[in-house]
């Protein structure tokens, strides 16, 4: 019973709070518990999180540690600054694969200082529908023939230090209109579209020797009812045998609402643990949200039941945790160094797109206007406004919701240029009703999400991505 516990516990990917281990997860680890994935909320700085996962190795030296780290909008080593590197959009708009593959080699030679073993990245979805929630900068672009060769150079670079890479959410999530944070998409595809359009990134980083892909919470109505994740037609048949995948499946995060949702946030975690393992995959996300010990016990005993009673193999349990082992080798030493943004303001400033002259003709008014950031890439520091105030003296910054219109025109009357940066404006409708309040303003436009295509002629720069360097860039073009 302890080398079947042990089993179970060694396909547990947990999270946990705080930036130094809690003593119970460094006892579990110790006892086999597969690894950690870690968040914002574990990270200080490379130097803090080299430290954190030494600690962790030093219980057993092959701990699997994870981290959601793609760049650009979604970043947990730079949280506190933004992203050292622009975004995927970014890199696909800048459109050089040798490009993309020398920014994926910086972070996988960044990570490997940090001790990461595997990078939850790149996203192998698409950028499909206008109104999705969750994905946007996160893909390449929306053709799958121009987004597989970046996803394809992200997976060469980043495992070029030893770093795993894992192309993410299969089948892809571009095309659904639902965050699988919160509720469960359907994907509206038949079998024959996703093989033309969603798999064909995926098999891109398969043929580029990805050693890990993650399932999406996403239902497609062909393989049944039940979303990827926890879908045998989808891990098995079509992953596996159809794609040739043989490396590991590691789940998205399981308490996320399209899985908890049906199961059960806390106690029906261990069914949808089994479930998964039994459709196929290897290691289990299940530390989104903070997590405790008396949690992985309840899982780790659900799973040891379902072997106990036949209803998961243990054979099937057994090559999950040797795939899930796989991801634990450590990287080759490397050292800690200072940030460096060269490359990736590099690849930030061939990112740009320009319409008309966007060129100050006087002092500027910033106006940066909030939303909420997806929950994929939570608060971190957004804006143009600190890059321009750094680089042209006497500039003015207005950090402002959708309902300042009345300020922002007022404070335009002594503007010698006014400059709007936005993010997604498209998907807000309120956004796009602040804009319209801005109609008699001369106002140079700055984009930092998708690009919208309501907005016609007139002076603006694109950036595809909310990463410190693509902001740095939109802002040197300007000054």
Not at 365 to 374: H, K, S, W
Not at 442 to 452: A, K, L, N
Request: proline share 6%; glycine share 12%; net charge negative.
């Amino acid at each position: 019973m302890a080398d079947l516990r042990r089993l179970a516990e060694a396909v547990l990917l947990p999270g946990f709070a705080g930036t130094t281990a809690p003593d119970w997860l460094r006892r579990r680890l110790g006892e086999g518990l597969g690894g950690v994935v870690l968040f914002g909320r574990n990270v200080v700085d490379d130097e803090q999180v080299a430290a954190l996962t030494a600690a962790l190795r030093a219980e057993r030296d092959d701990v699997v540690v994870g981290i959601d780290e793609e760049g650009g909008d979604v970043t947990r080593l730079d949280v506190a600054t933004g992203s050292f590197v622009p975004g995927p959009l970014a890199l696909g708009a800048a459109d050089d694969p040798e490009l993309t593959t020398a920014v994926a080699a910086a972070l996988g030679e960044r990570l490997a200082a940090c001790g990461v073993t595997v990078n939850l990245a790149p996203c192998a979805d698409l950028t499909l529908a206008a109104q999705d929630p969750i994905i946007g900068v996160r893909a390449f672009g929306s053709d799958p023939a121009k987004a597989s060769p970046h996803v394809a150079a992200y997976v060469t670079g980043l495992q070029k230090y030893g770093v795993a890479a894992c192309a993410k959410h299969f089948p892809g999530h571009g095309a659904a209109t639902e965050d699988s944070h919160v509720a469960l998409p359907v994907l509206p595809r038949t079998v024959e579209e996703l093989r033309e359009i969603e798999l064909v990134p995926f098999a891109a980083a398969i043929g580029a020797g990805v050693r890990a892909i993650m399932s999406g919470h996403l239902v497609v109505r062909a393989w049944g009812d039940e979303p990827a994740t926890l879908n045998h037609v989808a891990l098995t048949d079509v992953l596996r045998g159809e794609l040739g995948f043989t490396g590991a499946v590691i789940t998205d995060a399981l308490e996320m609402g399209a899985v908890s949702g049906a199961y059960g946030r806390h106690d029906g975690l261990g069914t949808a643990a089994v479930r998964s393992l039994a459709a196929g995959a290897d290691a289990l996300c299940i530390g989104g949200a903070a997590f405790d010990a008396e949690t992985l016990d309840r899982i780790t005993a659900t799973i040891v039941a379902a072997v106990a009673d036949g209803t998961l193999p243990l054979e099937r349990l057994a090559d999950a945790a040797a795939r899930t082992a796989s991801l634990g080798t450590s990287p080759a030493p490397a050292s800690i160094r200072p940030v460096d943004r060269t490359l990736g303001l590099e690849a930030a400033r061939a990112a740009l797109r320009i319409q008309g002259s966007p060129r100050l003709s006087g002092v500027p008014l910033v106006v940066d206007v909030r939303t909420d950031p997806t929950i994929a890439a939570g608060p971190m520091p957004w804006g143009l406004g600190p890059h321009l105030a750094e680089l042209v003296p006497g500039t003015r910054v207005l950090n402002v919701g959708p309902d300042d219109a009345a300020a922002v025109r007022s404070a335009a009357r002594e503007a010698g240029s006014v400059v709007v940066v936005t993010r997604e404006a498209h998907r807000h409708p309120e956004v796009l009703a602040f804009l319209g309040e801005l109609s008699d303003v001369d106002y140079i436009r700055v984009e930092t999400g998708v690009p919208g295509t309501d907005f016609g002629a007139g002076d603006r720069i694109d950036t595809f991505s909310g990463s410190y360097v693509s902001l740095r860039a939109a802002a040197e073009y300007l000054a």
